[in-house]
C-alpha cells in the first residue's frame, strides 16, 4: 500500500496560481501512475492529471485544465506536484493525489490509494 499526503491548498482569486505536493511513502516502488483528482461539491470525483514513469515517462490531463495546469515529479517516486496556473472558479474541489499500478487511468476506480485531499477554493 502506499500512503499519500497532499498540501499546498487554500484561497486565492481568479487568475492566479497555486502549487499543491503530493508526498508519497510506503510501497512507491509498486507504482506505475500518479495522479490528481478532484471533487466539487454535489460532484463526482474527476480526472484532473496523471504522470505515469513507464517507457521513460508520460503525462495525461483532463481537456478541462490541459494548457493551465502541470504535473510533475521528482524522479524519486515520493513527490508529485500539480502547479495550477490561471486558476478559475470552476477549479474549486477539494484535490486528491492517488497512486495506481496500471498505465495512465483515468477512471478512481483504478486507484487503490489516496490522499486525504487539500481544498481549493477561487474566487471571482
Known amino acids: 500500500q502506499v500512503q499519500l499526503v497532499e498540501s499546498g491548498g487554500g484561497l486565492v482569486q481568479a487568475g492566479d496560481s497555486l502549487r499543491l505536493s503530493c508526498a508519497a511513502s510506503g510501497r512507491t516502488f509498486s507504482s506505475y501512475t500518479m495522479a490528481w483528482f478532484r471533487q466539487a461539491p454535489g460532484k463526482e470525483r474527476e480526472f484532473v492529471a496523471g504522470?505515469?514513469?513507464?517507457?521513460?515517462?508520460?503525462?495525461y490531463y483532463a481537456d478541462s485544465v490541459k494548457d493551465r495546469f502541470t504535473i510533475s515529479n521528482d524522479n524519486t517516486k515520493t513527490m508529485v506536484y500539480l502547479q495550477m496556473n490561471n486558476l478559475k472558479p470552476e477549479d474549486t474541489a477539494v484535490y486528491y493525489c492517488?497512486?495506481?499500478?496500471?498505465?495512465?487511468?483515468?477512471?478512481?476506480?483504478?486507484?487503490?490509494?489516496w490522499g486525504q485531499g487539500t481544498q481549493v477554493t477561487v474566487s471571482s
Open positions: 504522470f505515469t514513469w513507464w517507457n521513460g515517462g508520460h503525462t
Open positions: 492517488a497512486a495506481s499500478t496500471t498505465l495512465l487511468p483515468r477512471d478512481p476506480k483504478a486507484f487503490p490509494s
